[in-house]
């Protein structure tokens, strides 16, 4: 099995063949907005923190 | 790079994957932005981490095992897991099964993280099909799903073009979104 470390180094490799080199903006550009939540997941903690009533539920949402 | 915190954490998550399958003998698969922050190793950054594993029960007591506590800070969503060696990230298990059963579980890609942890990633094509399907629902000023999803097709080593072109259109995305210029001429 690849170990983690590698697979990161080739990403990295992999990117400068390329010459998909980012500026801080292009980087800032691809975090998520808004939150950081889609609107179903946003929803679900909402009712969650007015709840309280599970200690750690699950979601079904990626953010 | 991915900053070195987010790989320590990413090192105990490891821990707990590895128990998770001894216990299950099946794969938790870490997805969502950390899954992108790994593909682009460190452009894309996310604080959570968000983790589908079919075994509730399972799952809690492996991240138990290995010091994580479920969330009770103040000032916090009670929701999810903390560690405290890592107090800056946030760990969700994602119910379910892996994008609702509709991926080839089969292309999941595994690494090995230390001395025995394991870190189990989604396909690229799964990742992206489902960034895009996150910008269609997103607000319509947040482009930032269908830049990493431009960013990871750009970034892909091989993509399997069927099964990219089946899975975006089951998480309702437009492929058609990848083409970089699409992106520039909204923006214009």
Same mark, same amino acid.
């Given at each position: *099995? ?27 550009? *691809?975090?998520?907005?808004?939150? *950081? ?27 | 790079?991915? !900053? ?79 560690? !405290? ?54 607000? !319509? ?48």
């Amino acid at each position: *099995m690849k170990s983690l470390e590698e697979f990161l180094r080739g990403v990295t490799e992999r990117r400068q063949q390329l010459e998909l080199l980012l500026t801080p903006a292009d980087v800032d550009a *691809m975090r998520n907005r808004g939150g *950081m939540r889609t609107a179903e997941k946003r929803a679900l903690l909402q009712a969650i923190a007015r709840r309280q009533v599970e200690p750690h539920p699950v979601i079904r949402s990626y953010g | 790079m991915l !900053p070195e915190d987010y790989l320590r954490a990413l090192t105990t998550l490891g821990e707990v994957f590895a128990s998770y399958e001894r216990r299950t003998g099946r794969s938790a698969v870490l997805v969502g932005g950390a899954a992108a922050a790994i593909y682009s190793a460190g452009e894309f950054q996310s604080g959570d981490f968000d983790i589908v594993a079919f075994s509730d029960d399972d799952f809690q007591k492996a991240m138990a095992e290995h010091g994580f506590l479920p969330e009770d800070r103040v000032g916090q969503l009670k929701i999810g897991f903390y560690h !405290p060696d890592h107090l800056a990230y946030g760990f969700q298990q994602v119910s379910g099964q892996l994008f609702d059963g509709k991926s080839d579980e089969h292309r999941v890609l595994a690494f090995s993280v230390a001395a025995s942890g394991t870190i189990t990633l989604p396909a690229i094509e799964d990742l992206i099909a489902d960034r895009l399907g996150q910008h269609v629902i997103a607000s !319509p000023t947040d482009k930032s799903r269908l830049r990493q999803a431009i960013y990871l097709y750009r970034m892909a080593l091989e993509i399997d073009g069927e099964y990219l072109r089946r899975r975006v259109q089951e998480e309702g995305g437009d492929l058609s979104l990848l083409d970089v210029a699409n992106l520039m001429e909204d923006e214009a």
